[in-house]
């Protein structure tokens, strides 16, 4: 069965520290590879995706993710966090194998430590 | 602002009533879904179309639910006789494709998601 797994249910790092968010996937297709955030009462906010191609990807804010096949991962990293960081993060996966719909991880909620 | 929007952002509604949420993608745009999300948990797939074609449905979607997009471009999701555990936030998004139908992606066809409507079923 396909799923999407984020383990951290909360991260809190303080401002200037680097973050890493972990995502894991399962099913064995080809996927392509999303992440959003989502701030308090708010919709989601495109932040990278991954599709084909380089494996690093770079996405808005200053955020990059990494694409390891070997791991099933799709982790996404910060080399220094802003207070204004502070959202829930939600990676999401599609397979080009199934049907269009994208399903998403249950999220990981950033504190930032002043 | 160009973006997917949604109406109502907030509704309060008693347990047995009927509810209609709208949802205007981004213009252009063919491929519209919906999604919901309760509290502490990611998006739920719910439904999706492609123009006006109504092509898959989440087993979440119950009778109750019924969506529509009559001209390909706006939505609508109604419950009807709302419960309880339908209090969620209901998100809308949409994207553009250039393939159609399952295992079909392009590399734009990119969720783009509106602001949510929150509904509360007392």
């Known amino acids: 069965a396909q799923s999407v797994t984020q383990p951290d249910i909360h991260i809190t790092v303080s401002e200037g520290a680097s973050l890493e968010l972990r995502c894991n996937y399962s099913y064995g297709a080809t996927p392509y590879l999303f992440w959003y955030v989502q701030s308090p009462g708010q919709g989601l906010q495109l932040l990278l995706k991954?599709?084909?191609?380089?494996?690093l990807v770079q996405g808005i804010k200053g955020f990059e993710a990494e694409f390891k096949r070997s791991q099933s991962s799709f982790n996404l990293r910060k080399p220094s966090v802003h207070w204004s960081d502070a959202a829930e993060y939600f990676c999401a996966v599609g397979w080009y194998s199934s049907a269009s719909k994208i399903i998403f991880g249950s999220g990981t909620r950033l504190s930032i430590r002043p | 602002d160009t973006g997917v929007s949604q109406d109502p952002r907030h509704k309060i509604t008693k347990r047995g009533q009927n509810v209609t949420f709208r949802c205007d993608p981004i213009s252009e745009h063919n491929r519209l879904y919906w999604y919901r999300q309760t509290l502490g948990q990611g998006p739920e797939f719910l439904t999706y179309f492609q123009n006006e074609a109504q092509l898959e449905k989440s087993r979440l979607l119950s009778d109750r639910f019924s969506a529509e997009r009559p001209k390909g471009s706006f939505s609508t999701l109604e419950i009807q006789r709302t419960e309880q555990g339908d209090s969620a936030m209901y998100l809308c998004?949409?994207?553009?494709?250039?393939?159609?139908?399952?295992?079909?992606?392009?590399?734009?066809?990119?969720?783009?998601f509106g602001p949510g409507t929150r509904l509360t079923v007392l």
């Open positions: 991954y599709f084909s191609g380089d494996t």
């Open positions: 998004a949409s994207s553009l494709t250039y393939g159609r139908g399952q295992g079909t992606q392009s590399s734009t066809d990119t969720q783009y």
